[in-house]
C-alpha cells in the first residue's frame, strides 16, 4: 500500500492542513509520502516522511507523479483542488481518491473525510458520487494528547495565546497586549509567523509572557493553562478534547461552521477581533 498525501502550508494558507494529515497518516498502512509545494512560511522540514516538492498545483504535475510512484491511495487535502481537478486525476490514473473537506464543497472522491466535530454527512448528499464513503464527525486528536490528558498537572499560565502557526493579523501580540499586566501568559506560535521578529522583540522584559516557538509540547501547554484563545479551526478540537475553557476568535471564512457549532453550544466566540467585546467575554470567565 502507497499513499501520496496532496496538501500544502505556507504563512498565507497557514500549517492546520499539513497538521492534521499528519495525525492521518499515522492511521495508514504501507509507505506514507507527501506532496507539497515549496512556498513561503511552509512547514516542509517538519513533515516526518519522504516530501515530492511539486512545482505548482498543476493537475498534470500530479497526475505524472502519481503514475511514477505507483500510488494506491491519494488523500487530498487542498482548497486549490475540486471536484474537477480530482474527476480528471481519476480518469487518468484510476487511483483511490479520499478527500479531505470542512466547507462542504462538490468532491469526486471515494472517500469524503470531514473529521470537524460539527460535520453534517447530510449536507453532502448532492455534493460526492452515490458510492462515496463518508467519515464525519470524529475529530483527529493526536496522540500527544490522549497521553497528557491522563497526567495531573498544575495550572501555571492563566492565558495560552494560540491564534494559529501563521496567526497572519498578529493577534497574539493583541491579546496579550489587552489582557491585564499580572496574567502570567503563554503564546504560542511557529517560525512561518511572518510577525516573528515583532512578537519577540514585544515579549522582550516582559516576564509575564513566554514565547513558545515550534513548540514540541502544545499537549503540556494547553493542560498547564486555565483558558486557551483560539481560532475556530483544527486546534480548537485538541482544546475540547483537553477541557480546557476557551475563547475563540474567527479569522477566516472557512471557520464559519466550526464558529456556528461553538456559539450554539455556548462557548464564547467573537465573530472577528474586537478588543472591547473581547475583554467583556475575559472578565465574564
Known sequence: MKTLIRSDSSSTIGLGHIMRDLVFA?????????????LEGAMIERIPYEVKLLQSNDVDELIALIKALHVNLLVIDHYGIDAIFEQRIKEETGVQILSFD??????????????????DASRYEHLVPKECVLRCGKPLIREEFHEEKAIQREKIYDVLIAMGGTDAYNLSQKIAQALPKEKRIAILTTTANTHLKELQSFVTEKPHIALHVNSNEVAKLLHQSKLVVVTPSVMVHEVLFM????????????QDDMFAYLHTKGYAVLKEWDEHAFMQLYNAK
Open 26 to 38: 499515522k492511521e495508514l498502512e504501507g509507505e506514507v509520502i507527501f506532496a507539497c509545494q515549496a
Open 102 to 119: 470542512d466547507t462542504y464543497e462538490k468532491h469526486h472522491c471515494d472517500i469524503l473525510l470531514n473529521h470537524n466535530v460539527c460535520a
Open 243 to 254: 477541557e480546557v475553557p476557551l475563547i475563540a476568535i474567527k479569522v477566516a471564512s472557512n
